[in-house]
């Protein structure tokens, strides 16, 4: 099983900052990664898919780049929205799996 | 808009089955992958398992002696069922679409296991 790994487990910003979330994979994931949002009492949202595809209707300021173990999903400029929980999702093996999460809050 | 709703027992005696419904809305259940899956409380996500509308299914190895999905595509409906619960398998439960990524999401159901 591919396990992933996220940090910071915690994120402290302010609206209006630059957010970079980390996603590490134990073996390579090739570009089969994804990112989701969730808020609490809510079903996860997902942003991010094959890496660095936006899912539709998700805004420009989140974009995702890496490949193999790697990955990052960027939050160009915080919104007072975008304070939630994210993990990433491999689909390259089964079973599919999920890092632990990254919690964006509000500094 | 697929819409996806889920509905079965939010209180299941240990030893005994959770079995849940995935009603579809908004869009043909067939073509599709449709997939379970899992969050206890203020923990990260499990992915139990998913279906194809024909029917073919890929579990968990963690769980896949327990489980059991199925499909009605002329109720646009897919079901789990997992036998000899515990406590640990307390969670709230998802059915989502998606053959690797979950696009779309129901609204979970919490699932409690009393012993």
């Known amino acids: 099983e591919i396990v992933l790994t996220q940090s910071p487990a915690t994120l402290s910003l302010s609206p209006g900052e630059r957010a970079t979330l980390s996603c590490r994979a134990s073996?390579?994931?090739?570009?089969?990664l994804a990112w989701y949002q969730q808020k609490p009492g809510q079903a996860p949202r997902l942003l991010i898919y094959?890496?660095?595809n936006r899912a539709t209707g998700i805004p420009a300021r989140f974009s995702g780049s890496g490949s193999g173990t790697d990955f990052t999903l960027t939050i160009s400029s915080l919104e007072p929205e975008d304070f939630a929980v994210y993990y990433c999702?491999?689909?390259?093996?089964?079973?599919?799996?999920f890092g632990g999460g990254t919690k964006v809050e509000i500094k | 808009q697929v819409q996806l709703q889920e509905s079965g027992p939010g209180l299941v005696k240990a030893s005994e089955t959770l079995s849940l419904t995935c009603t579809v809305s908004g869009g043909s259940i067939s073509s599709y992958y449709w997939n379970w899956i899992r969050q206890p409380a203020g923990k990260g996500l499990e992915w139990i398992g998913r279906i194809y509308s024909s029917g073919s299914t890929n579990y968990n190895p963690s769980l896949k002696s327990r489980v059991t999905m199925s499909v009605d595509t002329s109720k646009n409906q897919f079901s789990l069922n997992l036998n000899s619960v515990t406590a640990a398998d307390t969670a709230v439960y998802y059915c989502a679409r998606g053959q690797g990524w979950a696009d779309y999401w129901g609204q979970g159901t919490l699932v409690t296991v009393s012993s």
């Open positions: 094959d890496a660095s």
């Open positions: 999702q491999q689909r390259s093996n089964w079973p599919f799996t």
């Open positions: 073996q390579s994931v090739r570009s089969y």
